[in-house]
């Protein structure tokens, strides 16, 4: 849009206030500086752009310029005053225009991930923010050594790398209770993990987790606790994996679903422990080393920074205690289940 398809009400009495002022070289009064910071608002919320606006001023300018010796200043003064007050005006309703996107964003994505709202509705909205609910979406969460709001640094890094990778793809970024989240069409899986590398990168160590895709409305927040669960679990168990999926994840829940069957098990299978010498974490330690490396004893001396002898010897001082050994197939799966759920339930450290 250029000068002359600007609306003639917006310089409205532009060209009075500036003869006027270059005559008598007075400044602008506040009712008139008022009515142009008005007129400012009115034309932003009319979605007018400010390059087109200000040029109609300066077009309106140039038909009364004054042609007296000495006036050019005073009218320069005046239609500077002019303008600075009707772009304070824009500029005041354009924060508030954003302020108002961003409460719309803040409650779309609070309905979004809480299942609060109609579906129905909540389908709508979510095509303002190029989300179709329609199809199967999936989450994802990353979380750093600190807390990230929309606004930081971080957001912003990992947002540019993915718009710049990915364009417009019907993905939606944002923040919650600290947390970088990433939601993407359920068939674009690259997206995904894309943002978890940028997020891992940017948060300098941070871990991500990835929901399944889940179709539907509700699939989001589905596919969003699945995402948060999958980072509890990582954080019970010590997992240390920069990228979890949920799917990968699925066997913890099952174990945990029946916490007594579960308590039965590590301490009828593990409570024997507590009789070594220093406690039973140190001998839990490492039988959840040895698991961890695929009961290789060499990898497992190794993350532990023991010999492969003295690893040797805790393996056969647990089969002493408990009856099973970890280096027997047929034991084994008893007891590394019993050791998941020894973290699960952060036992020994806690009674159960």
């Known amino acids: 849009m250029t000068a002359q398809d600007i609306p003639r009400e917006y310089v409205e009495g532009c060209a009075r206030i500036l003869a006027e002022v270059s005559a ?33 001023h300066l077009v309106a300018a140039r038909a009364v310029w004054p042609t007296a010796p000495g006036a050019a200043d005073g009218a320069l003064a005046a239609l500077h005053q002019v303008i600075d007050a009707f772009t304070d005006g824009y500029e005041r309703a354009q924060r508030h225009a954003v302020r108002q996107e961003e409460a719309a964003r803040r409650e779309f994505i609070d309905d979004l991930l809480y299942g609060r709202s109609d579906l129905g509705r909540l389908a709508e909205r979510a095509e303002r923010f190029g989300l179709r609910l329609s199809h199967a979406h999936a989450v994802a969460v990353a979380r750093g050594g600190t807390t990230y709001d ?9 947002e540019r790398a993915l718009i710049a990778r990915f364009g417009d793809r019907s993905i939606l970024l944002t923040t919650k209770d600290g947390r970088m989240l990433c939601i993407a069409p359920g068939n674009q899986d690259e997206v995904l993990v894309y943002f978890a590398k940028q997020a891992h990168a940017a948060t300098e160590g941070g871990q991500v987790a990835i929901g399944r895709a889940q179709p539907g409305p509700g699939g989001v927040v589905h596919s969003y606790e699945e995402a948060l669960n999958a980072l509890e679990l990582a954080e019970r168990l010590e997992l240390e994996d920069p990228v979890l999926r949920a799917v990968d994840l699925l066997v913890y829940p099952v174990l945990a ?4 069957a579960m308590a039965d098990l590590v301490l009828s299978s593990l409570g024997p422990l507590t009789a070594a010498r220093g406690g039973a974490e140190p001998l839990l330690g490492t039988l959840a080393a040895y698991f961890d490396s695929g009961c290789v004893a060499a990898e497992a001396a190794r993350r532990l920074s023991l010999s492969v002898r ?33 973290r699960l339930l952060d036992w020994p450290a806690n009674d159960i």
């Open 257 to 260: 679903r029946d916490r007594q």
């Open 24 to 56: 008598s070289g007075r400044r602008l009064t506040r009712e008139e500086l008022g009515s142009r910071r008005q007129l400012g608002e009115q034309a932003a919320e009319a979605g007018h752009g400010l390059r087109a606006l200000v040029s109609a």
């Open 150 to 158: 929309e606004g930081d640094k971080v957001p912003r890094q990992v």
């Open 310 to 342: 003295a690893l040797t010897y805790r393996l056969k001082r647990i089969h002493e205690l408990t009856g099973a050994d970890p280096t027997d197939p047929a034991h084994r799966y008893m007891l590394q289940t019993a050791v998941i759920g020894a």
